[in-house]
């Protein structure tokens, strides 16, 4: 965009005193126009069809953002939104994704710092979708938004989880590699780890956390985990690929797991990889229920599942790769932590 024109920005909240500091913050920086009801928003939108961004608050009474946002899409696609809450609820989040598309989310209270730098990341997104036709990085934005705001907030439901997806992520990628799989196949193994459990944020904390045997009940809705995680991913349609590995990442090579009883080679090999990835992350890891195993401990131990829960040969690939990806793998969260908080 030239200097000389800036973007047009709509921002929606019914308390004056929130909308007009919303104001204050952008108004130097973009062409701002206001609203304190969301009614009034959309026919804005109907006759000026030119925002680059939506900017709304959460809680308001006509209706809440999310719905507001989720009209939204009937008169401009290719605007980028903003959510403005005071919740971090998972549900939330997941209601944003699957209906109103919503790219990022501010939690209140905020600093106009960390507004605009928000508001300026949403733009650059903005600006590529309307170079690119084909929106071909429209995957990696998203998940560097709203996705990856699930992810945490699936970390901060459970400390024993902390940063295992990008572990696993990390893993599977380089075992993909060392199997030699395309870059395209690569990289939807990496983003598959990054959200193979996403669907955990549905699973009721008091069975995340049980120091005891699970009941047969009680497992059977860990199990829903991978049906959630699909209900979640399934509305964005460039995860297409992805979202089939994730379906399939806890059957096992012997045909006994879960949900279709896949054996062997029916199993994409993404769900394979990601499954060893998975299991020995989640035996180094201290759990609820039981401490972390050593190195040599949980080595062991995917040998003893090789050919009953795990691929063997994903197995004996993973085993030659992990003394240098462990090497690696600090350097590599460290990175994408600094990335995402870009």
């Known amino acids: 965009m030239s200097e000389d024109k800036k973007y047009k920005i709509l921002i929606v909240d019914d308390e004056p005193d929130n909308l007009a500091l919303l104001y204050r913050t952008l108004r130097h920086n973009y062409d701002v126009v206001k609203s304190g009801s969301p009614l009034e928003a959309l026919k804005i939108l109907e006759e000026r069809n030119d925002f680059a961004l939506i900017l709304s608050d959460h809680k308001m009474p006509e209706m809440d953002g ?3 946002l989720k009209r939204t899409n009937a008169i401009n696609e290719t605007v980028v939104k903003i959510l403005v809450t005071a919740y971090s609820d998972a549900k939330i989040l997941i209601d944003a994704i699957n209906r109103a598309k919503v790219y990022r989310y501010v939690k209140k209270p ?3 710092d960390e507004l605009l730098h928000v508001v300026q990341t949403c733009l650059e997104y903005y600006q590529l979708k309307v170079d690119n ?41 380089k075992i993909a590699q060392a199997m030699q799989l ?10 598959a780890g990054l959200l193979h459990d996403i669907g955990m944020i549905g699973v009721a904390e008091e069975i995340m956390h049980k120091t005891d045997q699970l009941t047969p009940e009680e497992y059977e809705e860990v199990k829903k985990h991978v049906a959630h995680s699909i209900k979640i991913l399934e509305d964005i349609k460039q995860l297409g690929e992805v979202i089939e590995i994730v379906r399939y990442h806890h059957e096992y090579y012997d045909g006994s797991g879960y949900p279709k009883g896949l054996k062997g080679e029916q199993i994409p090999i993404g769900a394979r990889i990601i499954a060893v990835a998975d299991a020995y992350d989640a035996l180094v890891s201290k759990r609820a229920y039981r401490d972390a195993k050593s190195y040599s401990e949980a080595l062991v131990s995917l040998e003893e599942a090789a050919g009953v829960q795990l691929d063997p040969n994903v197995v004996k690939v993973f085993k030659e ?22």
């Open 110 to 112: 905020y600093s106009p």
């Open 133 to 173: 036709d084909t929106l071909i990085a429209d995957l990696k934005d998203l998940f560097s938004g709203t996705i990856k705001a699930i992810i945490e907030a699936l970390d901060a439901k459970d400390a024993n989880t902390l940063g295992r997806s990008k572990r696993v992520s990390f893993y599977s990628a």
């Open 182 to 191: 395309s870059n395209s196949d690569v990289g939807r193994i990496e983003l």
């Open 321 to 342: 790769i992990l003394p240098e990806a462990n090497e690696m793998l600090e350097v590599y969260v460290k990175k994408m932590s600094e990335t995402n908080a870009k």
């Open 66 to 68: 999310v719905e507001f």
